[in-house]
């Protein structure tokens, strides 16, 4: 089996995503990236199995580089106040475009729940860490039965409901988190 050119990958994902820009999910096809990239089909295929393989990676890509960036919007010393800033960020980048890719990963079954509990993994290490940063906590919250890692789980699940329910404003679970913490 050839090996696979990242920039090759990467160039295949960009040419989708230009497709996607100017005439929406339905017109992406593997012949269609194939023409846009100037290679032939049996290429595309070397590198996605599907027209669903090419939207996992458009949708991947959305959240690597959304979460990539969310760190630099994250302003705050207080883990509390993090928290109303990523579900501000988060519900910005949230465009019809992100809730339709989402919906594809949902929609696919468990490969897609696994590609997003991936993406949900990264989120959640970076609570854990910011959970550590955060020398306001208070020296007797943690234990055996309230940890950081379980403690990052809710939360994460709390924002995650509070996206999918189109929330920006969370003062009740950020002063829940402060009452907590604090």
């Not at 393989?53 to 509390?80: I, K």
């Not at 854990?128 to 379980?150: A, C, G, N, Y």
């Amino acid at each position: 089996m050839r090996k696979k050119d990242c920039k090759l990958r990467s160039k295949l994902i960009d040419c989708a995503n230009q497709i996607e820009q100017k005439e929406g999910m339905d017109a992406i096809n593997i012949r269609r990236l194939a023409a846009e990239a100037n290679i032939s089909v049996g290429t595309v295929y070397n590198y996605f199995e599907s027209k669903q393989e090419v939207l996992f990676a458009l949708t991947e890509d959305f959240w690597t580089t959304a979460l990539s960036d969310m760190s630099s919007e994250l302003t705050s010393e207080r883990f509390s106040e993090q928290i109303q800033q990523i579900i501000t960020y988060l519900r910005g980048k949230m465009t019809e475009r992100a809730e339709i890719l989402m919906k594809n990963l949902r929609d696919d079954g468990a490969g897609g729940r696994a590609r997003m509990a991936a993406t949900q993994r990264v989120l959640h290490q970076a609570m854990v860490e910011r959970l550590k940063q955060d020398h306001f906590i208070r020296s007797d919250v943690w234990d055996d039965t309230l940890t950081m890692e379980s403690f990052a789980d809710f939360v994460l699940s709390q924002v995650v409901t509070l996206l999918q329910q189109r929330q920006t404003r969370a003062d009740t679970f950020i002063t829940i988190i402060e009452r907590i913490l604090y």
